[in-house]
Antibody, heavy 118, light 111 residues
């Protein structure tokens, strides 16, 4: 069974940082690109970042470039997202999502809530 | 990349059909046959119900169907059930650095 379990969210002040993690199991992690997708309160889903199956290539939504960094630790089956210089508008549930390897995404974690507020 | 446009809400009675539209551009929906749909119940993670415009993952009821015409994709739910009440999100591949764009989301209410 595919399982994606996020952690690391919390309350942080504007300008602060957090490190989000996603523990993966149930499939060969090293075979799949991975993504982070976020959802603001009462809002739609927004794609944030992608990392290739081997960690060689990363890509980001324009609104996070330079502030967020996606990475993976294949030895620990873990996906990470370092979020820096946080803004109030970054408040959202952040989901760890598996790439379907067919120009889409398929399995989602339950998400971790990041709240940016003073 | 602007979000794909979906109606904010649609509703239908038990057993009826509803269709949700998802409008993009020739750079996303119109340019690729890689549109997917996700169902999200309140407080839950999204679940894939349609991929590659028309295909259903195993276990998804056949009352869910997808289609596309030009820059607009559609999800039809036939024979509405109470458990279909949820938010639905479309998503399209954009061909740019292997990224994706999601829709604005649609709330489906079963009357």
């Amino acid at each position: 069974e595919v399982q994606l379990v996020e952690s690391g969210g919390g309350l942080v002040q504007p300008g602060g940082s957090l490190s989000l993690s996603c523990a993966v199991s149930g499939f060969p992690f090293t075979d799949y690109p991975m993504h982070w997708v976020r959802q603001g309160p009462g809002k739609g889903l927004v794609w944030v970042a992608r990392i290739s199956h081997d960690g060689t290539y990363t890509s980001y939504a324009d609104f996070v470039k330079g502030r967020f960094a996606i990475s993976r630790d294949d030895a620990k089956n873990t996906l990470s997202l370092q979020v820096n210089s946080l803004r109030v508008e970054d408040t959202a549930v952040y989901y760890c999502v598996r790439d379907s390897r067919n120009y889409g995404v398929d399995f989602w974690g339950q998400g971790t809530l990041v709240t940016v507020s003073s | 990349q602007s979000a794909l446009t979906q109606p904010r809400s649609v509703s239908g009675s038990l057993g009826q059909s509803v269709t949700i539209s998802c409008t993009g551009t020739s750079s996303d929906v119109g340019g690729y046959n890689y549109v997917s749909w996700y169902q999200q119940h309140p407080g839950k993670a999204p679940k894939l119900i349609i991929y590659d415009v028309t295909k259903r993952p195993s276990g998804v009821p056949d009352r869910f169907s997808g289609s596309k015409s030009g820059n607009t994709a559609s999800l039809t739910i036939s024979g509405l059930q109470a458990e279909d009440e949820a938010d639905y999100h479309c998503c399209s591949y954009t061909g740019t650095y292997t990224t994706f764009v999601f829709g604005t989301g649609t709330e489906v209410t079963v009357l």
